[in-house]
T-cell receptor, first 115, second 114 residues
């Protein structure tokens, strides 16, 4: 069975500092991995995804993530945090259930950005 | 292209009342999902449709929740009767299919049960 673990339910950084949100997964097959962001009172928006190919994936708003198979990780980073990055971030892995795929979700990490 | 539409955005009801949520997925997306997201938690899948057929409703509390997707496009999720613990955001998502399983989300409906 696939699963996702997000280390740290709350992360706080200063504006301009590096953002690092951790995600580890378990999967018996090559995974498809996603990071979604949820701003207050909004739905989830895709930040970036890894399917195949290049392991360093660039997303929107300056975020990127690196797929590391040996570490079963897909950590999300951004070199310099902005106040507007304050939100809830969810890591997810796509289940390998044939054509009826589901997303297996982590519990989320709340990012606070301090001025 | 237009995104996933949901209505209403907010709903307040008394316990034991009924409520319905509507979702219009992205045009051409065959798969539609309803999620429940309780404050501070991740999304919990309630039901997954492929066209107008149910693929997975294993976590849907069928004694009070129902959902349908007539004609394989729009979908409605109903709660009857509502309980206090149903207070949550109800998210609808759609997917074009394919191997990755990427999902596109609507803005959600925030339900408060008093």
């Amino acid at each position: 069975a696939q699963s996702v673990t997000q280390l740290g339910s709350h992360v706080s950084v200063s504006e301009g500092a590096l953002v690092l949100l951790r995600c580890n997964y378990s999967s018996s097959v090559p995974p498809y991995l996603f990071w979604y962001v949820q701003y207050p009172n909004q739905g989830l928006q895709l930040l970036l995804k890894y399917t195949t190919g290049a392991t360093l994936v660039k997303g929107i708003n300056g975020f990127e993530a690196e797929f590391k198979k040996s570490e079963t990780s897909f950590h999300l980073t951004k070199p310099s945090a902005h106040m507007s990055d304050a939100a809830e971030y969810f890591c997810a892995v796509s289940s390998n259930a044939g054509n009826n795929r589901k997303l297996i979700w982590g519990l989320g990490t709340s990012l606070a950005v301090n001025p | 292209e237009a995104g996933v539409a949901q209505s209403p955005r907010y709903k307040i009801i008394e316990k034991r009342q009924s409520v319905a949520f509507w979702c219009n997925p992205i045009s051409g997306h065959a798969t539609l999902y309803w999620y429940q997201q309780i404050l501070g938690q991740g999304p919990k899948l309630l039901i997954q449709f492929q066209n107008n057929g149910v693929v997975d409703d294993s976590q849907l509390p069928k004694d009070r929740f129902s959902a349908e997707r007539l004609k394989g496009v729009d979908s409605t999720l109903k709660i009857q009767p509502a309980k206090l613990e149903d207070s949550a955001v109800y998210l609808c998502a759609s997917s074009p299919g394919g191997l990755s399983g990427e999902q596109f989300f609507g803005p959600g409906t925030r339900l408060t049960v008093l």
